[in-house]
């Protein structure tokens, strides 16, 4: 009986050796081992609007973009974080034909959002128009686990806030 008990107490010593060195060391090990997908694309921007201050425009460049799904290891809701990376270049020209400095869009973006899967969420940004004061673009972006894509490109009035002195 004190050999049985003797194997048995050896058993398991050597049972719980061997497990604790497969165990990982670094807790970040965890964090490494997680798998993302990356998406990068471009949208191209080709499309009329109406400014309300010279009539129809042309909108014309492109949005390239990255949708990266982080795995999410504590994902409960089963919702996957998404990182997007937008970034537009655009012209606004005029049908007109006006004599004009150049009616420009650059700008760099990036957000997080969580999505659940087969949702999406629609966020909203608003650029500047270089050489405008009175009028920026405002794009929607519709943003899913499998990518981005345009929702509405509209025009947003800037309202000058400069009131003169009154006498």
């Not at 010279?54 to 974080?81: F, I, M, P, R, W």
């Not at 760099?108 to 966020?123: A, L, M, Q, R, T």
Request: aromatic share 6%.
């Amino acid at each position: 009986m004190k050999n049985l008990f003797e194997l048995l107490a050896a058993f398991t010593l050597m049972l719980l050796i061997g497990c604790s060195e497969s165990l990982p060391k670094d807790s970040n090990a965890i964090n490494k081992s997680i798998k993302t997908s990356v998406i990068k694309e471009r949208i191209n921007l080709c499309c009329m609007i109406h400014d309300p201050y010279s009539g129809d425009c042309h909108l014309n460049g492109t949005v390239a973009y990255t949708h990266q799904v982080l795995e999410n290891q504590l994902d409960l809701n089963n919702l996957k974080q998404i990182k997007v990376m937008l970034e537009v270049n655009a012209n606004l020209c005029d049908r007109l034909g006006l004599n004009h400095l150049n009616w420009g869009l650059r700008d760099v973006s990036e957000d997080i959002v969580f999505v659940n899967d087969g949702g999406k969420v629609v966020i909203e940004k608003k650029y500047p128009i270089k050489n405008r004061d009175d009028i920026e673009i405002v794009i929607e972006y519709i943003i899913t686990t499998e990518g981005v894509r345009l929702g509405t490109v509209n025009i947003g009035l800037l309202f000058n806030t400069y009131c003169p002195a009154s006498n």
